[in-house]
T-cell receptor, first 112, second 114 residues
Framework: QKEVEQDPGPLSVPEGAIVSLNCTYSNSAFQYFMWYRQYSRKGPELLMYTYSSGNKEDGRFTAQVDKSSKYISLFIRDSQPSDSATYLCAMSATSGTYKYIFGTGTRLKVLA | KAGVTQTPRYLIKTRGQQVTLSCSPISGHRSVSWYQQTPGQGLQFLFEYFSETQRNKGNFPGRFSGRQFSNSRSEMNVSTLELGDSALYLC?????????????FGEGSWLTVV
């Protein structure tokens, strides 16, 4: 079993829809949680960064962490065709180490 | 502010050869980490360097090695290339302080082994 599980998709939604992307994990030591967006043939780009449990909002993006369920989510409101990309969750157990564990990514396609 | 720069962007090598990839971190960043990305395995951590010292290492064979220079620039080397080494190799940089700083990726080096 992988430490981090992420549905690979692809996920197709109409423009304007609310998108929910999720990851589950098994290591209860994870405290730092990130979401990256990766366009085709590009490096991953940091979208959201959260520490421990709770919600964090940034524009159309909301990240949620539920440590009791070992479950994290990224919500995208009013999705746009430009949001079409692969979304990667990443997590780490301790501060100061960059040995992040990544999910395999979910491919999202927003249809105009 | 310039981002993380990786060179070369694309390269093709033959089995048994070796390859060296280069990474220039964001100015002021002292930590450089390397990841391998493949369709089947996703992003996998190779190693991380901070102040010229390897601080963390992933589960890759000894054919994969790296180093960091005094100006924080880093190189990774893969010797005796195998077909399975074909992947996108990503470098990421960070400030490196103990405050959970996040990492910022370059655009990667696409390696094809034939």
């Amino acid at each position: 079993q992988k430490e981090v599980e992420q549905d690979p998709g692809p996920l197709s939604v109409p423009e304007g829809a609310i998108v929910s992307l999720n990851c589950t994990y098994s290591n209860s030591a994870f405290q730092y949680f990130m979401w990256y967006r990766q366009y085709s043939r590009k490096g991953p780009e940091l979208l959201m960064y959260t520490y421990s449990s709770g919600n964090k909002e940034d524009g159309r993006f909301t990240a949620q962490v539920d440590k009791s369920s070992k479950y994290i989510s990224l919500f995208i409101r009013d999705s746009q065709p430009s949001d079409s990309a692969t979304y990667l969750c990443a997590m780490s157990a301790t501060s100061g180490t960059y040995k992040y564990i990544f999910g395999t990514g979910t491919r999202l396609k927003v249809l105009a | 502010k310039a981002g993380v720069t990786q060179t070369p962007r694309y390269l093709i090598k033959t089995r048994g050869q070796q390859v060296t990839l280069s990474c220039s971190p964001i100015s002021g960043h002292r930590s450089v980490s390397w990841y391998q990305q493949t369709p089947g395995q996703g992003l996998q951590f190779l190693f991380e360097y901070f102040s010229e010292t390897q601080r963390n290492k992933g589960n890759f064979p000894g054919r994969f090695s790296g180093r960091q220079f005094s100006n924080s620039r880093s190189e990774m080397n893969v010797s005796t290339l195998e077909l399975g080494d074909s992947a996108l190799y990503l470098c990421a940089s960070s400030l490196g302080s103990d405050s959970g700083n996040t990492i910022y990726f370059g655009e990667g080096s696409w390696l094809t082994v034939v």
